[in-house]
């Protein structure tokens, strides 16, 4: 079982930058999953998959509104994602959750939320105009 708390999340105005983390709480090492994803719910709407990274080549793939202005990425020594997020804009407020796929589990092309069994609590991002 893996667990995994957020923190970074808050309220910016639009063009400004917030930092999300995604550790694990009990220590599992990033390894041992098999993709991280971020996450992203607005207020009325569903889930959607904002951005995804491979652990084992640190491949990353992207929703094409947040390209060019959001980073994922992961440190093993600190077993962290992150989501570096720049240029924000009123549409990118909603709660932002973390989610892994472990090796065992299914595919991470498809980005669906159903295939992520691990999730965080989630971290809150409002942005204003």
């Known amino acids: 079982q893996v667990h995994l708390a957020e923190s970074g999340g808050g309220a910016v105005q639009a063009g400004g930058s917030l930092r999300l983390s995604c550790a694990s709480s009990?220590?599992?090492?990033?390894?041992?999953?098999?993709?991280a994803a971020w996450f992203r719910q607005a207020q009325g709407k569903g889930r959607e998959a904002v951005a995804v990274?491979?652990?084992?080549?640190?491949?990353?793939e992207y929703i094409d509104s947040v390209k060019g202005r959001f980073t994922i990425s992961l440190t093993y020594d600190k077993d962290t994602v992150y989501l570096q997020m720049d240029n924000l804009i009123p549409e990118d407020t909603a709660m932002y959750y973390c989610?892994?796929?472990?090796?065992?589990?299914?595919?991470?092309?498809?980005?669906?939320?159903?295939?992520?069994?691990?999730w965080g609590q989630g971290t809150q991002v409002s942005v204003s105009v």
């Open positions: 990274i491979y652990t084992y080549n640190q491949g990353t």
């Open positions: 989610a892994a796929i472990p090796w065992n589990g299914a595919s991470c092309y498809n980005r669906n939320a159903n295939d992520f069994p691990y």
């Open positions: 009990i220590g599992t090492p990033v390894s041992g999953v098999k993709c």
